[in-house]
């Protein structure tokens, strides 16, 4: 079946660590994303990437970093700059412009 | 003015009833909308997509006006399957980019 697996489901992550989360597509679709969601908030875009080796600032890239090596896969770093990383991270992906958007079940990473 | 903007609720209805979902948008270059659905603590998934002549599947009717720039949701016979929170999404500029509603949180009762 074709989707969007993202890994690990569940994180928790030190003070002062950088951590890693993983998204992967089969879908072949060009365009992928990322977001953070905080309770009682929307989703906001933290990086998105239209096509491989090129990605784009969202609304809060501070303390986060991205690579597209490959088309199946968009991982996000969440570093140590990041002040405040507790949340849901949700990964998507679009086929094309316009089209909707098909989201992975998320990370929920936790600072300890 | 927010991008997007959702009544966050929550709406309380008892089975059977209707319910309706009202979104407005500020960007009239907005090009695409849809209605997703987010259950508690799990992704969104796509409930259906929303076109300028309506549309319908099943109980659920989706309605844009661009004039107004609002699009809307009316839900049907309502179950408590139902219930979780719908989100309004806008895709505005040519890189596609989605912007979301908070969400509108619905709970149907027995």
């Known amino acids: 079946d074709g989707g969007i697996t993202q890994s690990p489901k569940y994180l928790f992550r030190k003070e002062g660590q950088n951590v890693t989360l993983s998204c992967e597509q089969n879908?072949?679709?060009?365009?992928m994303y990322w977001y953070r969601q905080d309770p009682g908030q929307g989703l906001r875009l933290i990086y998105y990437?239209?096509?491989?080796?090129?990605?784009q600032k969202g609304d809060i890239a501070e303390g986060y970093s991205v690579s597209r090596e490959k088309k199946e896969s968009f991982p996000l770093t969440v570093t140590s700059a990041q002040k405040n990383p507790t949340a849901f991270y949700l990964c998507?992906?679009?086929?094309?412009?316009?089209?909707?958007?098909?989201f992975g079940q998320g990370t929920r990473l936790t600072v300890v | 003015r927010k991008e997007v903007e959702q009544d966050p609720g929550p709406f309380n209805v008892p089975e059977g009833a209707t319910v309706a979902f009202n979104c407005t948008y500020s960007?009239?270059?907005?090009?695409?909308f849809f209605w997703y659905r987010q259950d508690c603590r799990k992704e969104p998934k796509l409930l259906m997509s929303?076109?300028?002549s309506g549309n319908e599947d099943g109980r659920f009717t989706a309605q844009l006006n661009r004039a107004s720039q609002y699009i809307s949701l009316l839900i049907r016979d309502s179950k408590l399957s139902d219930s979780a929170t719908y989100l309004c999404?806008?895709?505005?500029?040519?890189?596609?980019?989605?912007?979301f509603g908070k969400g509108t949180k619905l709970s149907v009762k027995p």
């Open positions: 998507a992906s679009m086929r094309g412009v316009n089209t909707e958007a098909f």
């Open positions: 879908l072949n679709h060009d365009a």
């Open positions: 990437s239209q096509i491989v080796n090129d990605f």
């Open positions: 960007n009239s270059a907005s090009q695409s």
């Open positions: 929303v076109y300028s």
């Open positions: 999404v806008v895709i505005v500029g040519s890189q596609g980019n989605l912007i």
